[in-house]
């Protein structure tokens, strides 16, 4: 497996690998970043699923598993260790190991997988391969490490460039010393090829004719076409199930196969029911393996019917069963995910790792045609011994040092402990660590930004759970709210936008309950941005000309983070609009007087 922080490579690595092993003709043309392969991971830059391929390499097969950086996306990486010897893990070199880096090696030490370091990114200009080694260290022996894991190799890398070497300034014309030191440093799969079949479901998808596949490795035994098997987890009644078709992964291709032997990473169909965690076994005499543990959700949204004036204009799919019938997929292969029933029939609590864990289904799902409504998030409160206790995050901003103050204006009135401060690696930035509750950080990505000027960068991960600090005031301006139904006009627009940052262009449709901007002062403020200009008899030599403001473009992480208790996110496949919850502004609007 891959594993480090977001950004640090390990998708172009993989790039560069799939091309040196000649798994593409020398005249064919082939996208970066081939691994990311949905439409949402490439335009957002960032993997979100784990995905697996396998590289020949002098008579070996190796198989390779990329996973994501973010640390919202962490049930990804743990589903996927269980079936890895050894992991390589990123580190820039510049900029060091980072949270992610810290929770992946974590998991990885658990398990007790060979590491191997790769410090990657070394053709940039500062570069500082020596510290970002000692860091490693520090941070190896902080999680606890064994001396035998202390010993790791270092291999000094550029995946964009595809070049390695065991010095950093000695690096090879290509990939090999990468590909030598994984064969001679990741033993090989320690496995009985006789003993009666077990294989760990790791991973589903889906074809449309020939139904579910399940992915996982063989721990032991073997598989082939056509083979009778159970199904069960530990301490669970087993099923009986028939293997209709085998398939390996080899040069980014599946390839259907006959059988396949303990340690390698296989496809199989003909289990329509199979799920994660379940164990493929011999009827016979099979023993179920342990089911993959994940760390609990910290964040929960609430999932509605849409309820507001536009209900059921543009979305294909705005039923309650429709929601509950994508929701109960979702969870079949997204195992840090949780769902709820919520406090009405037609409300679901969806509990995850993050705000962005749930705003990619979300998105996912309005890709897919659906219709619904969405709460703001809220942190998941654990209660032990009587004592209340929140999710804490470790935050690390970085930021010139002329705008860096303003970050920490914002993390301090929000309940955080400045846990450090240092000057960066990149000239004149300064580098800034906290400890905040998780209820601080819903909504603080873009006030940091625009605090900063938009130079922070900010990266976020689960620490602990702690006790629970008090109120924090995420928000200081209260909303525009429209009191009246119809298309935007620019006449009425022109004194709006004298009250706050409007959100809607002129002929935009709304309704009343719909917010339409920020307020510059605290508390709501009801506009009607209909008003439409009186027509007279009375002739003018022109019109007064109307300049109006940009309006603020907010997507859907934005409306998610803006969001406050008493406001709900609509979505649609064609738009998203920010609405009251008519349950907490109270459902009579002054623009509904006839």
Do not use: W
Request: proline share 5%; aromatic share 6%.
């Amino acid at each position: 497996a891959i594993i480090a922080h977001v950004d640090h490579g390990k998708t172009t690595l993989v790039d560069a690998m799939l091309q040196q092993s000649k798994v593409f003709r020398d005249n064919e043309a082939v996208q970066e970043r081939i691994m990311d392969s949905n439409d949402l991971e490439r335009e957002r830059g960032i993997t979100i699923l784990s995905k697996n391929t396998a590289v020949s390499y002098k008579d070996a097969k190796i198989n390779i598993v990329d996973t994501p950086g973010h640390a919202d996306f962490g049930g990804e990486v743990e589903r996927v260790l269980n079936m890895v010897d050894g992991v390589l893990l990123l580190v820039d070199s510049v900029e060091g190991p980072m949270p992610q880096t810290r929770f992946v090696l974590g998991k990885a030490l658990e398990l007790g997988k060979k590491v191997v370091l790769v410090v990657n990114k070394i053709d940039r200009d500062a570069a500082q391969p020596d510290v970002v080694v000692d860091k490693a260290f520090e941070l190896f022996c902080d999680l606890g490490a064994t001396d035998e894991q202390c010993d790791f190799p270092i291999v000094y890398a550029s995946g964009f460039n595809g070049i390695a070497g065991h010095e950093p300034d000695e690096l090879a014309e290509d990939l090999e010393p990468l590909f030598e030191t994984i064969m001679k440093e990741v033993p090989a799969p320690v496995v009985n090829v006789e003993a009666p079949l077990q294989m760990l479901v790791t991973n589903l998808d889906y074809d449309d004719f020939k139904g579910r596949i399940g992915l996982g490795r063989i721990n032991q035994g073997s598989i082939s076409k056509a083979e009778n098997v159970k199904v069960g987890v530990p301490g669970g009644d087993a099923r009986n199930g028939k293997v209709v078709e085998i398939f390996t992964y080899k040069d980014f291709v599946r390839t259907p196969i006959d059988d396949a032997a303990a340690g390698d990473i296989v496809a199989f169909t003909g289990i329509p029911d199979v799920m994660i965690g379940e164990t493929i076994m011999c009827p016979q005499e099979g023993e179920p393996l342990p089911t993959i543990e994940v760390e609990e959700p910290t964040v929960r949204m609430s999932f509605s019917v849409n309820t507001s004036a536009f209900a059921g204009k543009e979305g294909k799919f705005v039923t309650t069963r429709n929601i509950k019938d994508r929701l109960d997929r979702e969870l079949e292969r997204n195992l840090a995910l949780r769902v709820e029933p919520g406090e009405t029939a037609d409300q679901f609590m969806v509990s995850g790792r993050g705000a962005l864990h749930i705003t990619i289904l979300i998105e996912n799902m309005r890709r897919e045609g659906f219709e619904f409504m969405v709460g703001p998030p809220t942190v998941i409160i654990k209660e032990e011994d009587g004592v209340k206790e929140e999710p804490y995050d470790e935050c690390m901003v970085e930021a010139p040092e002329d705008v860096i103050s303003g970050a920490v204006s914002i993390l301090n009135a929000r309940k955080g402990i400045m846990t450090s401060m240092e000057p960066a690696v990149t000239g004149g930035n300064t580098v800034v660590r906290y400890k905040i509750p998780t209820r601080g950080l819903l909504g603080a990505r873009n006030a940091m930004l625009t605090a900063t000027k938009g130079q922070a960068i900010i990266n976020t991960n689960f620490c602990e759970y702690g006790p629970v600090v008090g109120d924090i005031n995420t928000r200081d301006n209260g909303s525009l709210v429209s009191m009246a139904q119809g298309p935007v006009t620019s006449y009425a627009l022109q004194s709006c936008q004298d009250r706050g940052v409007m959100f809607c262009k002129p002929g935009v449709e709304t309704y009343s309950g719909m917010v339409i901007g920020i307020h510059q002062r605290p508390g709501d403020l009801e506009l009607n941005p209909c008003k439409a200009k009186a027509a007279t008899n009375v002739r003018s030599n022109k019109d007064q000309t109307t300049v109006l403001k940009e309006p603020q473009d907010m997507g859907l992480d934005d409306a998610v983070e803006y969001i406050g208790p008493d406001e709900l996110v609509e979505i649609t496949p064609s738009s998203i609009r920010i609405t009251k919850n008519m349950a907490f502004y109270g459902k009579k609007a002054k623009g509904q007087k006839k």
